[in-house]
């Protein structure tokens, strides 16, 4: 019988309620308001590869990657030697994506091409995980007649069978009634979806966390408070 291969998430206290961590090769969606939490849950898991000697992959939309390394160095992560060792890379998607128009007419880029040199990239470094942090830009190329749905459907599709990677993509939070946004990624379409968000307990904000869904995984219907703290990250660990 098939079993589904786990990929731990490097999150302390996530894995145990996911089976194990997350179903290996699939992408998986992080979705939430800004400063929730999306770009440390996203290192992390880079970072639990690292420490496995899985190499990884970042592709930074929003920050430039000088922005990902101080992110990191505050949590404790000197992500710059694993750089070095050429173990993590962290990419531009803005260059990124646009290194791969040419002039003119040539100006059209398309999926295929972004992933296909993306899956290039991912092979020459032997990475096993990705983040596309967020990756709104990938669904939203110029010059494109696409759907934005159809766009993502085949960017999941793209991801899964051009890279052996297990991908963490990121995105703004999007209504869960009424007309889903063109900037999040459907979370239909993906193996797996976890809302970060904040909530009001006890007169007092907290950070929660959802697993609205994972794939082939029995994951119980809970909201689960979590802390962001130095050396650690994300942990739904309490330290008391
Ligand atoms: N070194 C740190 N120690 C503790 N908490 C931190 C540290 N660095 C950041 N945080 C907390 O994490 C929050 C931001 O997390 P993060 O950048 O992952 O959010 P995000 O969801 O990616 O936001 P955005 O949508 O703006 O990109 C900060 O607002 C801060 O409260
Ligand atoms: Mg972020």
């Known amino acids: 019988m098939i079993q589904t291969e786990r990929v731990t998430t490097g999150i302390p206290g996530l894995d145990p309620i996911l089976e194990g961590g997350y179903p290996k090769g699939r992408s998986i969606l992080v979705t939430g308001d800004p400063g929730t939490g999306k770009t440390i849950f996203a290192l992390q898991f880079l970072v639990e590869g690292l420490a496995r000697g899985e190499k990884g992959i970042y592709v930074a939309a929003d920050e430039g990657p000088a922005d990902i390394l101080e ?7 000197d992500l710059e030697k694993h750089i070095e060792q050429k173990e993590l890379a962290i990419l531009n998607a803005g260059t990124y994506l646009s290194s791969l128009s040419g002039a003119g007419k040539e100006r059209q880029i398309d999926i295929y091409k972004a992933i296909g040199d993306l899956a290039g990239f991912v092979n020459r470094l032997e990475a096993k995980r990705l983040v596309l942090d967020p990756a709104g830009p990938f669904v939203l190329l110029r010059d494109t007649a696409m759907r934005i749905q159809d766009q993502t459907r085949l ?7 051009s890279m052996p990677t297990t991908n963490i993509l990121t995105s703004y939070g999007v209504p869960r009634t009424g ?3 063109l900037h ?4 239909y379409l993906v193996a797996g979806a976890i809302i970060l968000e904040m909530i009001w307990k006890d007169g007092q904000l907290a950070r929660s966390l959802v697993v609205e869904k994972m794939r082939c995984t029995d994951v119980k219907p809970a909201q689960h408070e979590f802390e962001i703290v130095k050396g650690r990250g994300v942990t739904l660990e309490s330290l008391g």
């Open 155 to 161: 960017l999941i599709k793209l991801l899964r069978t």
């Open 184 to 187: 999040g990624i459907e979370e």
């Open 179 to 181: 007309e889903r946004t």
């Open 71 to 77: 992110q990191g160095a505050s949590l404790g992560w």
